[in-house]
């Protein structure tokens, strides 16, 4: 139990488009999920916290404009990444915790985006 | 602040054998848990082993224990009969508060370790 899938697990895209990244709790609720970022051979930055049905709360330094997270269903969560650019570029992995499942997060396999 | 440290950037450990993963942590909160994942080099993070602030006893899980030393506030894990699969980085995460799910990590560099066969 505790399976959280995320899609894409890799893209390319250009220099100035959006990329839709979604990570899915498959056998519980996820009432609470988390967006990290992790550059290469680093540790895990947390970007933002969301809340089935509420707004994200994003960590400080994060744009919020520019990271669209949703947060829609309790078992889907959306992070966007609006006009991304080459910096943006990084390995973006999400967890999920909720009801029914030991006390800790369950991540997703991560999707690594690059932007050309 | 609440902190988490592991000060081992890269280990080694010969097959079959135990290797114990340093991790010491701070905070002011009583009330907090304790977090090891593994993520191996395809980039999933694999949750591990869970030690909650007023356990009185260490957690176990299978191959994995956490030697907890609330005084010293270390949470070492310690892997028994290394395999070759163990071969990953090592991350210890603290959540402060009690169990709460919807409450964020605080993580660590991360170990990086390698199984020798």
């Known amino acids: 139990g505790a399976v959280v899938s995320q899609h894409p697990s890799w893209v390319i895209c250009k220099s100035g488009t959006s990329v839709k990244i979604e990570c899915r709790s498959l056998d519980f609720q996820a009432t609470t999920m988390f967006w990290y970022r992790q550059f290469p051979k680093q540790s895990l930055m947390l970007m933002a916290t969301s809340n089935e049905g509420s707004k994200a709360t994003y960590e400080q330094g994060v744009e919020k404009d520019k990271f669209l997270i949703n947060h829609a269903s309790l078992t889907l969560s959306t992070l966007t990444v609006t006009s991304a650019h080459p910096e943006d570029s990084s390995f973006y992995i999400c967890s999920a915790s909720g009801t029914g499942i030991v006390d800790t997060q369950y991540f997703g396999p991560g999707t690594r985006l690059t932007v050309l | 602040a609440q902190k988490i440290t592991q000060t081992q950037p890269g280990m080694f450990v010969q097959e079959k054998e135990a290797v114990t993963l340093d991790c010491t942590y701070d905070t002011s909160d009583p009330s907090y848990g304790l977090f090891w994942y593994k993520q191996p080099s395809s980039g999933e993070m694999i949750f591990l082993i869970y030690?909650?602030?007023?356990d009185q006893q260490n957690a176990t899980e299978g191959r994995y224990s956490l030697n907890f030393q609330k005084a010293r506030k270390s949470a070492n894990l310690v892997i028994s009969a290394s395999q070759l699969g163990d071969s990953a980085m090592y991350f210890c995460?603290?959540?402060?508060?009690?169990?709460?799910?919807?409450?964020?990590?605080?993580w660590g560099l991360g170990t990086s370790l390698a199984v020798n066969p």
């Open positions: 995460a603290m959540r402060e508060g009690h169990a709460g799910n919807n409450r964020k990590l605080i």
């Open positions: 030690q909650g602030s007023y």
